[in-house]
């Protein structure tokens, strides 16, 4: 079952270009009335059917034209529908006789092209007077003899707050859509995973030792507020730029891992552990500064306390021209620069290293701001971004706008080749190359997480990162990358611990989702 046939062949034949229903309805005056609605129709509701009725009741034939994704601007993350699946919706209505995606940001040329008898609008757009768009709707109707018709008040309601308030759950019908578009299939997933092993990938970074020191409640002191808590064990996982580097070599990859480390225990931990996960490992001892940990103290199943053991001091020149010289000297076919912000990155040492990877090698960064303020603008005219949106609005100085056109931005400010925008629960966003002008394929592509159950958010962003740079340098497919790096997000989300995720899961998570699309 593919995405144009969601809802039946009958219908996905309804959605034409405005130049195909001229050519269909003929040229005015006509036999049959000819009445036409625009908007958005994100998720089609009540009072859409009420208007639409009301429309069609007007007339013989009714066409409804709808505002291409990229051009829909309100609200954030909207439209929550992709255009090609709101066309279908509407499409598989029987009163609507034809459906056209806008390629423009009005219906001011549809109308000229198509020229129906009756434009109609709902009632909001009349009332208090005439908007300024609307009156220029409403001129190049009268222009060739049609009439502007409003349809009554009586009922409304908002798509966007039928989103905010209970979204439906509808990602996989969305991927059938995005990956019909661009013509993928689920075999081409299969056959971009087997196309990982082997590459050579080089991760420079901070290495964090995430601990968890699990202890039980025993009460509290009568005279302070101070909790007493029983210690029980403690479990270590190298976090940071290692377990980015440990995804990487789990999927197949042959990896190098560049980063500093104090001379203590715990650097001996991250040693002896990414050995046995096959990692090559190039580390500098610093004996001035700690192996970055960061520790939570959980009680039962919550984090009560968090314990940083860290020097966020930018390395030493000798540090950094040993890493520089690691970089430059590895050879590579992906790079991948994973900034944490405790040492390696900082104002002094970021340039050189960009300068230090080798020619031709496939560029990728990621830039955390957390307890520490990274900025992904450091790293310009890379081949691949993944900020999530925290990320995004510090680099752009922006806490106000929509985050799509927020994101539209930041990837023209960082001259980069794609950038998968990372929205936590509500998925990501791809960012590439914007198309010819009236070309209503979208420069962006929305994937909603894949998600079935979170068990442990933390670290999904770095399998994302792991697994979307590999695709992406396997591939040369932005999409396939989003969509690997998305299915490889959820599992880990399922699995407690930040620890990498295999490529046996993530196959498994294909098979899932392709059960879940009816896909023969």
């Known amino acids: 079952m593919t995405a144009s046939n969601l809802f039946g062949k009958v219908y996905a034949e309804k959605v034409k270009s405005a130049a195909e229903i001229r050519a269909l309805i003929g040229d005015r005056p006509r036999d049959r009335r000819v009445v036409m609605c625009h908007g958005t129709f994100d998720i089609v509701h009540p009072g859409h059917i009420r208007h639409l009725l009301y429309a069609r009741e007007r007339g013989d034939l009714l066409v409804v034209g709808i505002t291409a994704d990229h051009h829909i601007q309100k609200a954030n993350i909207r439209p929550y529908v992709p255009h090609d699946l709101r066309a279908l919706n509407l499409a598989a209505l029987q009163m609507v006789d034809f459906v056209t995606v806008d390629p423009n940001a009005d219906p001011l040329e549809n109308i000229r092209i198509i020229q129906p008898d009756y434009f109609v609008k709902g009632y909001e757009y009349a009332k208090g007077g005439v908007h300024p768009k609307t009156a220029a709707e409403m001129e190049a109707v009268e222009s060739y003899g049609g009439e502007m018709v409003f349809t009554p008040g009586d009922v409304v309601y908002s798509s966007s707050r039928i989103i905010d308030s209970m979204p439906p759950n509808i990602s996989n019908e969305k991927l059938m859509v995005v990956m019909e578009n661009e013509g993928i299939t689920f075999e081409d997933l299969d056959r971009s995973l087997d196309a990982l092993s082997g590459l050579k990938v080089h991760v420079v970074g901070d290495v964090i030792v995430d601990t968890q020191t699990r202890t039980t ?38 990896v190098t891992l560049s980063t500093v480390l104090g001379d203590d225990a715990l650097a001996e931990l991250v040693r002896n552990d990414l050995a046995s996960a096959g990692v090559r490992l ?8 700690p192996t970055t940990q960061k520790n939570a103290v959980v009680v039962g199943d919550y984090r009560m306390l968090k314990i940083d053991k860290l020097d966020n001091r930018a390395i030493s ?11 430059s000297t590895t050879d590579a076919d992906l790079v991948i620069l994973s900034d944490f912000r405790h040492g390696v990155f900082s104002a002094p040492t970021t340039d050189a290293i960009i300068a230090s990877i080798p020619p031709g090698a496939l560029k990728v960064a990621d830039s955390q701001v957390s307890s520490r ?9 890379f081949d691949l971004i993944t900020p999530n949106e925290r990320e995004a609005r510090f680099a752009m100085g922006d806490q106000d ?3 799509r056109p927020l994101g539209s ?14 929205l936590g629960e509500r998925g990501v966003i791809v960012f590439r190359p914007a198309n010819p002008p009236g070309d209503i394929g979208s420069s962006f592509v929305v994937l909603d997480s894949f998600t079935d159950r979170v068990v442990d958010a933390v670290g999904s962003g770095d399998a994302l990162l792991a697994y979307s740079a590999l695709a992406l340098r396997a591939t040369g497919n932005c999409v396939i990358a989003g969509i690997l790096g998305s299915f490889a997000a959820a599992v880990e989300c399922e699995l407690d611990g930040n620890i990498p995720v295999s490529l046996e ?8 989702i392709k059960d879940r699309c009816f896909v023969g």
């Open 282 to 289: 190039k580390a500098v001892t610093d004996p001035t500064r």
């Open 409 to 422: 931005r930041l990837y023209e400010a960082a001259r980069c080749r794609h950038l998968l925008l990372k």
């Open 401 to 403: 706008t929509v985050i």
């Open 217 to 254: 409640l025993i009460g509290a002191n009568g005279k302070t507020p101070t909790f007493s808590v029983r210690y029980e064990d403690e479990v270590h996982y190298v976090g940071g730029a290692g377990v980015v580097a440990k995804h990487l070599q789990t999927a197949g990859a042959e």
């Open 373 to 381: 303020w990274g900025n992904i603008l450091d790293f310009k005219d």
């Open 505 to 512: 899961q993530l196959r498994a998570k294909c098979a899932q």
């Open 317 to 327: 020149d000798r540090i950094r021209r040993e890493i520089c010289a690691n970089l």
